[in-house]
Each structure stands twice: as structure tokens, then as C-alpha cells.
């Protein structure tokens, strides 16, 4: 059965670097996704992507951060200069025309 | 904010039916009830939609009611490992974004 990949499974890193979390998303999908969850508190929605452009992105996602589909697999998501309170669990998606969302592991990220 | 109001907590004999309610009175007429639960720290996992009719796949069976303010989502035979948190969502089902909005969900606990 096919499934959404992300790696890496854990990241740290120290405040102020950059990070990219890769995403596999199922191949024949055409809406992509961003979301977080904090330690203890619930899923975020971040970002939705389709068509090669930001479709919606929440308040969360602030210049410091960016998303990019560099080839027909990949889905990637950057944070420019890490702050302390962008440790959380963070999960693509993808999905269909149809709005049921195949999600993936989750890439924790850690910032020191 | 989550359009969607839900028990925090559930608990369900092993082998017994789990049924979990939702509300949702502000669902607009093109907007579908979703359920997604989530298994320790793991990603999202759908498990079945409907609109206004009740719905039953091998996971589970969705009950909606008439005037599609509440719903129930049933495990018939709850095993050990459907203790997650289930997330009651409303979305439409088609469209560029189709963003998820967790709330903070029930927490299903089965025992044994």
C-alpha cells in the first residue's frame, strides 16, 4: 500500500540554523500539505500546496518559512533560522481530489 | 478554531463497541464529517467520511444524524491497539486547500 515518507525521522539542530524536512508524497496525489504538533498540544496546520504554489498557509507560517516541490517527488520544508519554539512533531500529507489525507510519520525536530 | 466539539476522554472494553459522538451544529451544506485518529505520537490516520448518509468501511461504521449537527463514529470490536486519539473533523471535500483543523480530540482508551 502506498504511504507518505518523511525524513528525517529526527532532526536537531541549534537555534539560528537552517533546516529542510523532506517528504515523499504518494505519487499520484496532487495536494500537498504542512502540519506541526507540539509536545502535548494538538496537530497545527500549516501550509497546503498544489498546482506548484502555496494554495493557504496559516499565521504560523511566517517568512521564515518555505515550501518546495523541487522535483515530481519531493516535498520539502525549510526553516530558515530555527527558534527554540519550532520544536514539534512536524507531518506532510498528501491527498487526492478527494480531501481524505494520507499522512506521513513525522519528522521531530529539535532545536538546541 | 475546530468547528467540532468532542468528549476528552473515552474508555472501552476490549472486544465491546466504542462509540465516539461528535458535534459539529455549524456544519454548512458542503462540508463533510471526517475522522482521523492518531496512535501515540504517529501521524494522522484517516479513517471514513460521510455527509449526510451513514457509512461503514473495515475500520469502522459512521453514524450521522438527520440534521447533520452530530455524529458517532463506531469501532464494533475495539481491540487494544485502537487506544489513540480520535479527531472529529468537518472539511469539504474537494478544492485547492482543504486544510485540516484538529481540535484536541477524545482520547480512547481500551482496556482489556
Known amino acids: 500500500e502506498p504511504e507518505v515518507t518523511q525524513t528525517p525521522s529526527h532532526q536537531v539542530t541549534q537555534m539560528g540554523q537552517e533546516v529542510i524536512l523532506r517528504c515523499v508524497p504518494i505519487?499520484?496525489?496532487?495536494?500537498f500539505y504542512w502540519y506541526r504538533q507540539i509536545l502535548g498540544q494538538k496537530v497545527e496546520f500549516l501550509v497546503s500546496?498544489?498546482?506548484?504554489?502555496?494554495?493557504?498557509k496559516s499565521e504560523i507560517f511566517d517568512d521564515q518559512f518555505s515550501v518546495e516541490r523541487p522535483d515530481g517527488s519531493n516535498f520539502t520544508l525549510k526553516i530558515r533560522s530555527t527558534k527554540l519554539e519550532d520544536s514539534a512533531m512536524y507531518f506532510c500529507?498528501?491527498?487526492?481530489?478527494?480531501?481524505?489525507?494520507?499522512f506521513g510519520p513525522g519528522t521531530r525536530l529539535t532545536v538546541l | 478554531d475546530a468547528k467540532t466539539t468532542q468528549p476528552p476522554s473515552m474508555d472501552c472494553a476490549e472486544g465491546r463497541a466504542a462509540n465516539l459522538p461528535c458535534n459539529h451544529s455549524?456544519?454548512?451544506?458542503?462540508?463533510?464529517v471526517y475522522w482521523y485518529r492518531q496512535i501515540h505520537s504517529q501521524g494522522p490516520q484517516y479513517i471514513i467520511h460521510?455527509?449526510?448518509n451513514n457509512e461503514t468501511n473495515e475500520m469502522a461504521s459512521l453514524i450521522i444524524t438527520e440534521d447533520r449537527k452530530s455524529s458517532t463514529l463506531i469501532l464494533p470490536h475495539a481491540t487494544l491497539r485502537d487506544t489513540a486519539v480520535y479527531y472529529c473533523?468537518?472539511?469539504?471535500?474537494?478544492?485547492?486547500?482543504?486544510?485540516?483543523?484538529f481540535g484536541q480530540g477524545t482520547t480512547l482508551q481500551v482496556k482489556p
Open positions: 460521510g455527509l449526510k
Open positions: 455549524t456544519i454548512s451544506g458542503n462540508e463533510y
Open positions: 473533523i468537518v472539511s469539504r471535500r474537494s478544492g485547492n486547500t482543504g486544510k485540516l483543523i
Open positions: 500529507a498528501s491527498r487526492p481530489e478527494a480531501n481524505e489525507q494520507f
Open positions: 500546496f498544489y498546482n506548484n504554489e502555496i494554495s493557504e
Open positions: 505519487s499520484n496525489h496532487l495536494y
